[in-house]
């Protein structure tokens, strides 16, 4: 792992724990063990860090698709995979992209597009497991699959906010054995 990479999952784990605007660079570099003026040699600016923060977990969720099978069950697995890490935290914390979207989207619009960046991949994906899934044009997938995002985000936030799984068993139920049960021919 470069030093660069190095500084952005620490700033990730940081602004996970933390927030964007909680966390500054200083904690960063100490955490990094860099001097700060070392820290300007691999990003412009802390928005120039943010966005690297937010593509870090852009390919940490490409990767956790690449793992799971392109069925309605390898799409079970792939959020059952966010929310066992929220239950591992003990309901802390919540999602790192969607706490980042709470705060960083009406800041600046760059971090809004890169945000943006995130649901795509999450609605690209989905879509493409409805579609391989034998859900027709009419069920129109990709508007399910926007459904489904929100439905998580939703879980997720309400899992942290309870402090237990009820909303994630509630989003297992609702979505996969309601919703997704029976494909239309």
């Known amino acids: ?23 500054g660079i200083k904690k960063i570099l100490e955490e990094a063990n860099i001097p700060k003026g070392s820290f300007y040699y691999y990003f412009k600016s802390k928005e120039d860090l943010a966005l690297a923060v937010i593509e ?11 793992q799971v ?6 799409l079970r697995d792939f959020f059952n995979f966010f929310f066992r890490r929220l239950e591992e935290m ?8 969607g ?30 497991i409805l579609k391989i899934s034998g859900f027709k044009e009419e069920m129109e997938p990709r508007s399910l699959a926007s459904f ?13 906010l309870e402090k237990n799984k009820v909303p994630i068993d509630e989003f297992n139920y609702y979505v996969f054995e309601c919703l997704l049960k029976t494909p239309l021919d």
């Open 99 to 128: 706490n980042l979207i709470l705060e960083l989207t009406d800041l600046k619009e760059s971090f809004r597009e890169k945000l943006l960046e995130w649901v795509k991949l999450l609605e690209e994906e989905i879509t493409e």
């Open 69 to 74: 099978d392109r069925s309605l069950e390898g």
């Open 148 to 160: 489904i995002i929100t439905s998580f985000e939703g879980a997720i936030m309400k899992a942290k």
């Open 1 to 23: 792992m470069t030093k660069r990479d190095e500084i952005i999952v620490i700033a990730a784990n940081l602004i996970h724990e933390y927030g964007y605007n909680n966390i």
């Open 90 to 97: 003990e309901y802390k914390k919540g999602c790192p992209i």
């Open 56 to 66: 870090f977990h852009i390919e940490n969720t490409r990767a956790v698709f690449n």
